[in-house]
């Protein structure tokens, strides 16, 4: 009767993962410069410097639709009044972790990491899409803490899509929204508590998630370029994060042997449709050790308007780290995760075996949208597959 | 041009969720009568508008507008649940989506969509009027003639109801962690149907127009059971549901029968545990034109509003033998209250003695904290005046 009392919370083993004092790429915390959000990709292509063919307002497809406006609804409740006393809970941020991070769980995340907030990951401006010429507002965010929380894309859709069909977009948003969801509940957790807390989500970040990813030991930087890998999810996650200054314990990045696979496997890049993923080695970014990926290719071929799709996650979907939670997968994973050997097998395997290929017999939406922006849902011309984003 | 069908809508007998709901036995009526004579009833006849009213007394209508967010969690959850109340409803596209013209497949790609965005259940049936309310809460008159309904459910947490005792700090938080997915899902869905062309509406906690236990036994979510709420027989009683209603074609489901009938007429632990002696330890009754037990709803909403040693009560939840985890062991007796119904004595009184009902607090992880007058603190053990008297 006792076997599930000596539980972890976590629904993926992410405790028997190896723990290392930094994360596996380097990162030169003096020499990162605060990044503003008008320079993202999308923002970017919001600000029309990528061309002019970029949906602007509802997307074109219903769900993602659908997800967005629940994000819309979500803008205003990032932040609130803090309670004016501490509840008497045990300052003992080796328990407050662990019990942020079930209550997380409760609210049906999928994975949480918790780290200390690298002054570098907030933003120097926050983007104002109502005023795209100017710089934005500055950010002033000096919690110490970040919780990170993820939610799975679903893995019988990513098994069933091509990569940048027309469910890509509401996979992304599906996580984007529930990820959002559970931060903005667990920020006025906190707040209730004493605690100043945010929860930064898509449309409301005021922090850049990658690293804090690492830091948080959810993953480790991977080929497809800005993107963490996780160990158990692969690239196929989102995540939202509560920023506080409740005080908690920090995880510790993890090593699951990425680096060896990355160099090896390079499929996303093969796999690409835009071109944007690189085949080459690491290169140092604004202080981050990383692979190049073009910015641009990769926003104009998501954002893009196409007649074959919405969205991408072609590197999401070919990636050998995205697989299901079955006890095959977890054997090969963690055969992976501690043999150089078996990771090059793997990736021979990955492809002899097929995965990356689309599965239409599980394929369960329709092809739809809203391609003249007249509210008209229509079926896309299959004759008409042009990939490009002109 | 007409739409292709995709591949994952053809084939049956598939599970689509967590839960193998597609091989129960289903069967043509649900396995209590509802006869012709139901009447529609008020928003304003439900347990906790009963108490906003005044009706159950001067302290259940105080405490009304604190149970849940005394408790930080269930706080956070309902300050979420009714910003969500804002998207409920939406404009209908008015030029309808090329779809299918085959209601089966139309309902596999909601059931779909209905796992896709993170229900634990999904199931359907034609709305009936009766379970459409006749006047809101605030008595205005409910008009929805929708055809169907959608029904989603989101299970209350197995592991944290293993470490509570069921009335205990954490039992508000965990009805609305079903409640505010509950919304999340459905505000979501019926916003996807509405930009493919068919009204349809969400209905979750805040923002109900039906009723929902007519629709968990017409959609074969569950049977109804002695604690007068529905059962899963996966779930038990843990779980919230919500629903959409609309006009988009859709093949209902049929209801199901697992036994549950025969097993509440022997079991009556959630009578014998129930702290407001709400539930019924006699035969079913007819009430307002369905076969039922008899409930007392002022008890139990009287309990739950006004319990000073915790925030809302789900006792009943926490001691049904229903409320188990997944594993083969508990498939084996579902397997057998359904076929060997000889037997349900021999389980029940297993139940007990596996001490099922108690909470393990190894498996607590919240704090028992209670807002008062702005500041959160420990609540006084074993606080009298808990209780209906």
Not at chain 1, 52 to 71: C, K, N, Q, V, Y
Not at chain 2, 216 to 231: A, N, T, V, W
Request: overall charge positive.
């Amino acid at each position: 009767m006792s076997g599930y009392h000596k539980r972890d919370p976590e629904p993926f083993p992410a405790g028997k993962l190896k723990r290392v004092d930094r994360p596996t790429t380097i990162i030169e915390d003096d020499n990162i410069r605060r990044v503003s959000q008008r320079d993202s990709g999308f923002n970017k292509a919001a600000r029309g410097l990528y061309g002019p063919a970029f949906i602007t307002g509802p997307f074109g497809d219903p769900l993602s639709g659908a997800e967005s406006r629940m994000l819309q609804m979500m803008r205003r409740l990032p932040q609130g009044m803090v309670a004016a006393r501490k509840a008497p809970i045990p300052e003992d941020p080796r328990l407050l972790s662990r019990h942020i991070k079930e209550t997380v769980y409760f609210l049906r995340a999928d994975a949480v990491g918790i780290c200390k907030l690298p002054p570098y990951a907030v933003y120097s401006y926050h983007y104002d899409p109502d005023n795209p010429d100017s710089p934005g507002f500055p950010v002033e965010l000096t919690h110490k803490y970040a919780v990170a929380i993820l939610i799975d894309q679903d893995w019988r859709t990513a098994s069933a899509f091509t990569g940048s069909d027309w469910i890509s977009n509401s996979m992304s948003f599906l996580a984007y929204s529930n990820s959002g969801f559970i931060a903005v509940i667990l920020a006025d957790y906190i707040r209730r508590l004493g605690y100043p807390a945010r929860a930064h989500y898509s449309g409301n970040y005021q922090v850049v998630v990658p690293p804090i990813l690492l830091w948080a030991g959810l993953g480790e930087m991977s080929r497809i370029g800005d993107i963490v890998v996780n160990p158990f999810l692969g690239p196929r996650f989102k995540a939202a994060v509560v920023t506080t200054d409740m005080p908690l314990f920090p995880d510790k990045p993890i090593d699951f042997g990425l680096q060896d696979f990355c160099s090896k496997c390079k499929k996303c890049a093969r796999e690409c449709p835009s071109g944007a993923l690189s085949y080459g080695g690491k290169e140092m970014f604004n202080g981050y050790e990383k692979w190049p990926v073009n910015v641009e290719q990769c926003a104009k071929m998501r954002g893009g308007r196409r007649n074959n799709g919405a969205g991408c996650g072609t590197c999401i979907k070919v990636c050998p780290w995205n697989k299901p939670y079955t006890p095959f997968h977890r054997a090969v994973g963690w055969a992976m995760r501690n043999s150089s050997i078996a990771r090059s097998i793997a990736i021979r395997g990955d492809d002899l075996m097929g995965y990356g290929k689309t599965d239409y017999r599980k394929k369960w939406w329709f092809d739809l949208a809203d391609f003249k922006g007249d509210g008209v849902l229509q079926i896309p011309d299959k004759d008409n597959t042009n990939k490009s984003s002109r | 041009m007409t739409q292709e069908i995709p591949s994952g809508l053809t084939g049956q007998n598939i599970q689509y969720g967590p839960f193998p709901v597609e091989k129960l036995k289903r069967v043509a009526q649900p396995t209590t009568k509802i006869t012709r004579n139901v009447q529609q009833v008020s928003e304003r006849d439900s347990g906790f508008i009963r108490a906003a009213l005044g009706q159950f007394g001067p302290f259940a209508k105080e405490e009304l507008n604190r149970f849940i967010p005394k408790e930080a969690i269930g706080a956070a959850e309902s300050f979420m649940v009714n910003h969500l109340h804002a998207i409920a409803e939406g404009e209908t596209n008015s030029r309808q989506a090329q779809l299918p013209d085959d209601p089966a497949i139309m309902s596999r790609h909601i059931k779909r969509l209905g796992y896709f965005l993170r229900a634990d259940i999904v199931g359907i049936c034609e709305l009936p009027q009766y379970a459409v309310y006749s006047r809101n809460a605030r008595g205005k008159p409910v008009e929805n003639h929708h055809k169907y309904a959608i029904v989603i459910v989101t299970d209350q947490d197995y592991t944290t109801m293993h470490g509570s005792t069921g009335r205990d700090w954490i039992s508000g938080a965990q009805s609305f962690r079903g409640y505010s997915n509950n919304g999340f899902i459905a505000t979501m869905m019926a916003e996807y149907i509405r930009r493919l062309g068919y009204p349809a509406r969400a209905h979750f906690h805040t923002s109900y127009q039906v009723l929902i236990p007519p629709l968990l036994l017409l959609s074969g979510i569950g049977e109804m059971s002695r604690s007068g709420c529905i059962l899963n027989p996966f779930l038990g009683l843990r779980f919230k549901a919500g629903a959409i209603t609309t006009d988009l074609p859709l093949l209902p489901d049929k209801p199901i029968d697992f036994g549950l009938q025969d097993f509440c007429s022997k079991c009556k632990k959630c009578a014998q545990e129930c702290p407001s002696k709400a539930i019924s330890n006699g035969e079913k009754i007819m009430y307002n034109g369905y076969e039922t037990w008899a409930f007392d709803a002022e008890r139990c909403t009287k309990f739950r509003v006004t319990n000073q040693n915790g925030a809302s009560c789900g006792r009943c939840i926490k001691v049904c033998p229903w409320n188990k985890p997944r594993g083969l062991s508990h498939d084996v007796v579902r397997w057998m209250v359904n076929n060997t119904p000889f037997m349900n004595d021999a389980i029940i009184r297993m139940d007990n003695v596996l001490g099922y009902s108690k909470p393990d607090l190894r498996d607590k992880w919240w704090f028992d904290l209670e807002d008062g007058d702005g500041r959160y603190s420990k609540p006084d053990k074993d606080r009298k005046g808990n209780s209906h008297e």
